[in-house]
């Protein structure tokens, strides 16, 4: 299985909920290609909902990360909301969990985005 | 014990995972421990076909896995130029934390108890990796 993303607004924040693997290959493209794609449409307050996500490999890790570095690029913020302990224990594992503002209240993701 | 000739492609990521996962789960290895060892698995097989093998449909990636009384031990060859396991930079260095990549074997050396590699003749890496009962079961209870 792979990943599927729907996308939706709430207030000036795009959420993105995931759902399946982020792994290297279709996962970590189709990850890419939507945090491109609201980028270059002006979304630049954006959530990454991983509610659904049951795994992440390197390969998805390096996408997360790159995704966060290319909304920050771009002046925006990329926050990630409900981590499963697989996924949260990753991120601290690699020390990402410093890096990345996560949160496990959708609300309090929202308002942190201003 | 497990022993299979993939191909150098994704998909025999996916396979040789699962492969993997079935066998440690079959050997009494618990559920949590069975993730670590299919991911280990997964990032040795990634590294091994992109990396080593470079996707080329000529060369393959052999994998086998085996139980003793002490664990599992994993070996997983390419047929690459080979690398220094030695000389991947450290993906907890402060600039090392925002690249994209460099995570792989990072991860395999967390999940598993040991992890060496050896050059293969004429070409190739091996690496081995042993997840340990005995670990297993403090890690489960810690």
Known sequence: MSIKTSSRQVGEATIVDLSGRITLGEGSSTLRETVRDLVSKGQKKIILNLEDVSYIDSSGIGELVSSFTTVSNQGGKLKLLHLQKKVHDLLQITKLYTVFDVYTDEAAAVKSLG | ?142
């Open chain 2, 1 to 142: 014990m497990l022993e299979v000739q993939l191909e150098s492609t994704l998909e025999s990521v996916d396979a040789g995972e699962e492969m993997v996962q079935g066998f440690a789960a079959q050997h009494g290895f618990p559920d949590e421990a069975v993730h670590q060892i299919g991911m280990a698995v997964r990032e040795s097989l990634v590294n091994a076909v992109v990396h080593g093998n470079c996707f080329n449909a000529n060369k393959k990636v052999s994998l086998n896995a085996a139980v003793s009384s002490d664990g599992l031990t994993i070996r997983i060859q390419d047929q690459g130029v080979g690398f220094d396991l030695d000389g991947v930079p450290n993906p907890l260095a402060e600039e090392n934390l925002l690249r994209k990549t460099g995570r792989g074997l990072f991860l395999v050396r967390a999940f598993m108890d040991k992890l060496y590699s050896r050059r293969l003749s004429p070409h190739g890496t091996e690496l081995v990796m042993v997840k340990n009962y005995a670990s297993t079961a403090i890690k489960e209870e810690g």
